[in-house]
């Protein structure tokens, strides 16, 4: 019993130290015997077996390994000095090293002890449900990152580095903005929802940053994942303080924490002190923004040619016709008036390479019953677009207290200030720089008298936004009896976002306006947890028993305010009186408040720790439930068999282990709002000449409202082989997204116009991998890692209401979505595009009428030679929405990384990451609006026209004869010249296959190289570890896909060129430690 | 068995019991999945149930079907066509050669035969649905000796509308074509066929009278459009010809400034004193599409005889008289202008 206490205990410590990817291994082995009796002074240095430096902190001890007396620790520069009995079993530990158990004999001072890094996988710990286990007991999916991984790149959002590196975890960096976040997909996107601008629901997974459960997903903007300033909350966590990252796939690992934990959980854990002697750290890197290749464009003069030779060319009217409306455009004819002479390069105004820094500062140190940490950090980016950049600063800190075995207390407490501005553009678009950009190379550079004002707008709006949030977090362990401990964690986060925002007059036709934007939220958690151990079975304590139950009370809220003032006195003075009342207005906009109950817990049994099973559930009430609804259960069930201990694989040297896992649970999320139960109240017509409050009339009350519910089967192979030096995992892997919410109209009759109604479901299954190679022994001097992620994932819609088969939605300037059963959740409504008619008569004409192919119904606008061959799906020789199908996948069917390091003498080490994307269908919006630009020859500013790209790098159709009714055969592009026409028929519409490309890619991510300078070296100068870094970051994508990036596009791959581009970065670091 | 041998044997077998485990979790959860296929929606019906073309022209009715939540592609077709009394309608099914389009008309063709070869005869049924798009055609074939027009009460028939997703049937739409009007504007009765005048009314008119010295209007003046059988036309002809009040002929050359080559989409212009003749491909206008020989609208043919004289004190008066018509029967064609009232006056005054 007593040792199955220490155990637990053991267990316990290390979730206090942080869930380090690390365990312990008891590893003895004997020195030279000693005989004599009596109490010795035993001295010495433990050093590491890596980086052959003194290890601080290491806990020296006594006993046997599974009663523990401890002695002490060693000092900053590896020295410990402790008295015992000879013959005493000196063991030294520290997190993530294997232990060493020594004899105190003979040699009493100067002993050198060498601690090595434990590499057995299966002892990693990770995190199941609400407490952590040994990897080998593991029933449920998680991997560990360790955050040294991507600790020597300088980045906004740490997430952003971890792309490519988690099989099955999606990060797509479809943003360059500072301060932003990617999108964030577990094993596929869970929605079917898409915003009526055209955004993918969100389905990020749940952060829990050290403790506190950070919701992603509510609050963002624009479907970018992104609070309302533009900051995302994860991008206040300092990447240098990161000590592992905890990725939670299915519902058995994520369960038992609840709503808002259905698309993954991913634990953040922040570093704790470890060292008896405070530690000083500090790291800085300078890095450098570049943008991405910029568009090649046509200038001044070649531009003029083009409009003028397209308009005389393609005026169907007339040649008088076209003069007269070539003689109304200054730009065309006036190129000897200096003001209308110009070819304004106007990317150059907008992009342009930054140079940013980073600082950080850790102090930490501590022993067993007291630690401390403080990390202080600063991050500055400017954008690679001007007047854009994010600013970070934050603070963390936590201690731990454990001051008897029975009593633990682990508070921390972080504080992140992010600033950010967004020039001219909104959150994460940009889409006055894209417009901007794309403005025509004849207008006159940017001055108050010229008529494209993106770059002062870019540039004169006053803008600040702020993000800061306090996440706070408190655990309390106490041991009741034996092998019964309470536990109670309170986290607490805040955030609260403000931006403010200046247009001046000039730029707004003579009315200024003033925006004051501010919002807060907060989560509160609070779980008390009653955990009982129990092991039997005799000497080898075969049978063990593990169970736990919890009580969980959390709140989350948001509140969002707008104040809108126009028309201020003047430019200077922002308000706030002068402003023009009856245009100015503000108020609340946005306000959630949700309450949350659950209860429940797991069993698990395992012998021997090569059976094991486990069972979970859970009971959620929550606020936005339908009153009628009562709890929601989430059970799970889950086993293992770690097959590689049964006896017939004890003489198999090539296998070190194996097992496979399987397990079904299912969670709920929260989704809609208090509103869909309810309904809403809203201010209603006089009565009496008194105020009436009437129910809107728009949604009808659901009071059987339920919340989404994920289900999932997850089976799992993982194999090491060859001792380590081969590993395997393959989890094949099953899930339903039910209950999704999907508005129906209802029955005219009805009173009320929709319903909200739980009807949507998508399955998502797959097959998760990840092979790790170590190429050489450990022994060698150059070590060689590579680690293969990937996964395959299909979604299929498997539920609309009222038994439809499709459902379509429209997006407001953008193609229009459908969901149809069977078919991957979301598809693009195209027009499939079969080439370019090369000849009039190549146009179907109809047999009864003897017109050709038109466009539209009744419309008179027949398609002709030069114009895109779209399929007429009905055969009724007009192409109309008709013919619209449903085409094309924006989710990557394959998806993964690889990661390559080497290490040479432990000192000199290079890391090459990449991720790829393999059938992803994109629309490539960038390539139309180019050749868009081509059919508007009279028109110069952003909204009609705009800069044209050099037209002979696309395979368009060009007249032969005079009449153009023949042209060149097999061109891909329509006639970009025949602008009257165009108008009409719109040739480079997007909702076109045409423009539907494979997103394939594959990126070097980032690349690495770091230098240990030797320690013998640096220690005269007292300082006891120094490694500088080069980094190049984003480094290059291949793809065939012919737009600017397949990476940097919407959740639903469109490819909106309003979006903020990825920047290149290089960087050089330096990591120093006193 | 030796030890070895043995052990392969129990490592296989885990081997495969994992695999296998493995890969029944990846089939057996795909099997209950919804397939994808297209549907027959429940919304989707026929905007247009009774059909009433004209017998011996081409009617194409198209824009009738609501799409609804049907997806493309799917097929239409016409089942169990009866007659009223709900005896088999043979006559709609039964394939007969027709004359169809497999190129676009569009009013430059240079002769007759360049008309023709944009044509061609297909077998069709006469009364023929659009196969993926439910558009219906009454083929200009279509004679009241094979189909009943009204005033019979037509016929009654059935729609299948199938795709992978399912069939539905949209249930007695009917049938009630009219007789044939060869030509229009037309002097016969729509529902017996019978003529109920002698002539039709010209378009348009700008014409002073001789004996009054009023200028006439649209009764003044009757249009005859019929069939004639003279030896030397080809069966593809259209002639136009004047009367006086006497009925006798007036010299086509009279209306002076008549752009004769550009009259009607007609090749072979044969001009003598009493009548002019043209080849032309019938039907006129082939099709419904503005060109310079037709109305605005593009469905009917349009004749401007025009001459120029000077009136009283020396003002010019045009003199102008128009014709919308359309025929739509092969045939040689003559149309008779017959002044009734009064005679036009060509001379200055």
Redesign the interface.
């Known amino acids: 019993m007593h040792r199955m206490l220490m155990s637990i205990n053991k267990l316990y410590d290390m979730r206090a130290i942080v869930h380090i990817s690390l365990v312990l291994l008891l590893f003895a082995f004997q020195t030279e015997r000693a005989s004599a009796q009596g109490t010795v002074k035993v001295s010495g240095t433990v050093i590491d077996a890596d980086s052959q430096t003194p290890m601080s902190g290491v806990t020296v001890s006594r006993g046997k390994e599974t009663a523990l007396n401890h002695l002490g620790q060693t000092d900053s520069i590896g020295r410990f000095t402790v008295s015992v009995p000879i013959g005493t079993n000196l063991i030294f530990s520290s997190i993530g090293f294997e232990t060493v158990t020594l004899k105190a004999g003979n040699v009493v001072d100067s002993m050198r002890v060498v601690m090595k890094t434990k590499d057995n996988p299966m002892n990693q710990v990770v995190v199941q449900g609400l407490r952590q286990t040994k990897r080998e007991l593991a029933t449920g999916s998680s991997v560990t990152i360790s955050g040294k991984e991507i600790q020597d790149i300088p980045a906004g959002n740490v997430m952003s580095l971890l792309q490519g590196r988690v099989a099955g975890v999606n990060i797509q960096n479809n943003t360059g903005s500072p301060g932003a976040m990617g999108t964030i997909n577990i094993r596929g996107s869970s929605s079917i929802g898409v915003s009526s601008d055209g955004m993918l629901t969100p389905t990020s997974p749940l952060f829990v940053i050290d403790g506190v459960q950070v919701d992603v997903n509510s609050g963002y903007q624009y479907g970018y994942q992104t609070g309302s300033t533009g900051i995302n909350p994860v991008s206040l966590i300092p990447p240098e303080d990161i000590e592992s990252f905890e990725f939670l796939k299915d519902a058995t690992a994520t369960s038992q924490y609840g709503a808002k934990a259905t698309y993954g959980v991913i634990i953040i854990t922040t570093k704790r002190g470890r060292s008896k002697v405070p530690v000083v750290g500090y790291s800085a890197n300078f890095f450098m923004n570049t943008p991405p290749r910029l568009r090649q464009v046509l200038g001044g003069a070649e531009e003029r040619a083009i409009r003028l030779r397209t308009i005389m060319d393609y005026d169907t009217a007339s040649p008088e016709r076209s003069r007269q409306e070539i003689n109304l455009i200054p730009y065309l004819t006036d190129s000897l008036n200096p003001y209308y002479n110009n070819s304004t390069n106007w990317q150059k105004y907008f992009y342009g390479n930054t140079f940013n820094q980073t600082h950080n500062i850790s102090i930490y140190g501590g022993d067993r019953v007291f630690s401390y940490k403080t990390n202080l950090n600063y991050y500055k980016e400017n954008g690679i677009i001007r007047n854009t950049g994010f600013t970070r600063y934050n603070i963390n800190m936590n201690v731990t207290y454990e001051p008897t075995e029975k009593f633990k207390m682990i508070a921390s407490l972080q504080g992140g200030l992010g600033t950010k501005q967004n020039g001219s553009g909104v959150g994460l678009f940009q889409t006055g720089v894209a417009s901007g950009a794309n403005a025509s190379s004849l207008l006159p550079p940017p001055t108050l008298f010229s008529d494209n004002n993106s770059v002062l707008s870019s540039e004169s709006i006053r803008d600040h936004n702020k993000t800061s949030n306090i996440l706070s977090n408190l655990v309390i362990r106490y041991q009741l009896l034996q092998g019964l401990q309470l536990q109670n964690d309170l986290g607490y986060g805040f955030n609260s976002g403000t931006s403010d925002r200046f247009t001046p007059s000039f730029l707004n036709n003579g009315s200024s306006r003033a925006e004051n934007y501010n919002d807060r939220n907060y989560s509160l958690t609070n779980r008390t947890m009653l955990s009982y151990v129990k092991s039997f079975g005799g000497e080898e304590k075969a049978h063990m028993v593990s169970a736990y139950m919890f009580n969980e009370v959390s709140s989350s809220g948001a509140k969002a305010n707008t104040i809108f003032l126009s028309q201020t006195p003047d430019d200077q003075v922002e308000g706030p009186i002068g402003a023009n009342g009856g245009n100015s207005k503000g108020g609340t906009t946005n306000m959630t408040d949700s309450r949350q109950h659950g209860y429940g817990g797991t069993v698990e049994y395992n012998y021997m720790s090569k059976y094991v099973l486990n069972f979970g559930y859970r009971l959620d009430g929550t606020s936005i439930n339908g009153p009628s609804r009562g709890y929601t259960q989430s059970p799970t069930v889950s086993g293992r068999w770690n097959f590689g201990k049964e006896s017939w694989f004890k003489n198999v040297s090539w296998l070190s282990y194996g097992g496979i896992r399987m397990g079904w649970g299912r969670n709920i999320r929260p989704s809609g709002n208090i509103f869909n139960v309810y309904g809403k109240y809203i201010y209603g017509p006089r009565y009496n000449n008194d105020p009436t409050v009437t129910i809107d009339f728009g949604n009808i009350p659901s009071p059987e409202f339920l919340p989404e519910i994920g289900s999932d089967i997850t089976g799992a192979l993982e194999l090491g082989l060859f001792q380590n030096r081969v590993e395997v995992s393959l989890e094949p892997y099953y899930r339903s997204n039910d209950n999704q919410i999907i508005d129906i109209d209802l029955n005219n009759t009805n009173g009320f116009s929709r319903k909200a109604t739980n009807t949507g479901s998508l399955v998502n299954q797959g097959i998760d991998w990840t092979f790790t190679f170590r190429i050489f022994k450990p022994e060698r001097p150059l070590q060689w890692t590579v680690r293969l992620t990937g996964n395959y994932n299909k979604g299929t819609l498997t539920r609309l209401p009222d038994g439809s088969r499709e459902l379509l939605q429209g997006i407001s300037g953008s193609v229009p979505v459908i969901k149809r059963l069977g078919r991957n959740p979301i598809s693009n409504l195209l027009y499939y595009t079969q080439g370019v008619y090369a000849s009039t008569a190549d146009v179907p004409v109809n047999p009864a009428t003897g017109k050709r192919q038109q466009l539209g119904i009744g419309s008179g606008f027949y398609f002709q030679a030069g114009d895109p061959r779209w399929t007429d799906v009905n055969g009724d020789y007009i192409i109309d929405e008709k013919d619209l199908q449903p085409i094309g996948n924006p989710e990557p069917l394959f998806f993964g990384g690889l990661l390559n390091e080497f290490m040479l003498n432990r000192s000199l080490s290079l890391s090459i990451n990449m991720a790829y994307v393999y059938k992803r269908d994109l629309l490539n919006t960038v390539t139309a609006s180019d050749l868009q630009r081509y059919t508007r020859p009279l028109y110069f500013d952003v909204s009609g026209g705009g800069s044209l790209t050099p037209i002979d790098q696309y395979n368009y159709w060009k007249p032969l004869n005079a009449d153009r009714s023949v042209g060149t055969e097999g061109a891909k592009y329509p006639n970009p010249f025949d602008f009257r026409r165009a108008g009409t028929l719109d040739p480079f519409r997007t909702n076109q296959t045409l423009f539907m490309e494979d997103g394939s890619y594959l990126k070097i991510g980032s690349i690495v190289l770091g230098y240990m300078v030797d320690r013998n070296f640096t220690q005269r100068f007292g300082i006891s570890q120094l490694r500088v870094t080069l980094t190049a970051n984003n480094v290059y994508t291949f793809s065939k896909y012919s737009g600017p990036n397949p990476e940097n596009v919407t959740s639903l791959g469109r490819d909106v060129s309003g979006g903020y581009p990825s920047a290149r970065s290089y960087a050089a670091g330096i990591n120093v430690q006193f | 068995m030796t030890q070895e041998r ?2 392969y044997k ?2 296989t077998f ?1 081997y495969w019991t ?2 296998a ?2 890969v029944l ?2 089939v057996s ?2 099997k209950n ?7 027959v929606g429940d919304n989707s019906r026929f905007t247009t149930t009774v059909f009433q073309p004209v017998l011996g022209r ?1 009617t ?1 009715f ?2 009738n079907f609501f ?1 609804g ?1 049907t ?4 097929t239409f077709k016409i089942v169990n066509p009866r007659r009223w009394n709900g005896l088999p309608a043979p006559e709609l099914t039964d394939i007969f050669p027709v004359k ?6 569009d009013g430059n063709e240079k002769s007759v035969a360049e008309i023709e070869a ?2 061609e005869i ?1 077998y069709r049924p006469l009364f023929d649905i ?6 219906v ?1 009454m ?1 200009s074939e279509s004679r009241a000796a094979l189909i009943k027009p009204q005033p019979d009460s037509g016929y009654r028939f059935d729609v299948e509308l199938s795709n992978s ?1 399912g069939r539905k049937y949209f249930r007695d739409l009917k049938l009630q074509p009219f007789y044939e009007r060869p030509f229009e504007p037309s002097n016969r009765d729509a529902i017996t066929g019978q003529p109920v005048s002698n002539g039709v009314f010209p378009s348009g008119i700008r014409i002073k009278g001789t004996t009054k010295g009023r200028y006439l209007g649209p009764f003044d003046i009757q249009v005859y459009i019929r069939k004639v059988d003279r030896p030397g036309l080809s069966g593809n002809t259209l002639t136009f010809r004047f009367l006086d009040t006497l009925f006798n002929p007036i010299d086509p050359a009279r209306f002076a400034t008549t752009d004769w080559a550009h009259l009607v989409h007609g090749f072979n212009m044969r001009k003598t004193a009493t009548e002019v003749t043209y080849d032309v491909a019938y039907p006129l206008p ?4 503005p060109t310079r020989y037709t109305n605005t609208n593009g469905d009917r043919a349009s004749v401007w005889f025009t001459f120029d004289r000077l009136g009283f004190g020396g003002f010019a008066d045009n003199g102008l008289l128009a014709l919308d018509f359309a025929i739509y029967e092969p045939g040689n064609w003559e149309i008779v202008f017959a002044f009734i009232t009064d005679n036009p006056k060509f001379d200055n005054d």
Request: a positive charge; aromatic letters at 12%.
């Open positions: 043995y052990m129990r490592l885990a994992g695999l485990a493995l979790l990846a959860c795909s999945l919804p397939k994808e296929r297209e549907n081409t194409f198209q824009d799409k939540t997806t493309f592609p799917a169809v389009w497999k190129a676009a008309y944009k044509r297909q659009g196969e993926h798009s439910g558009t055609t083929w997703g082939a099709i419904t599409l």
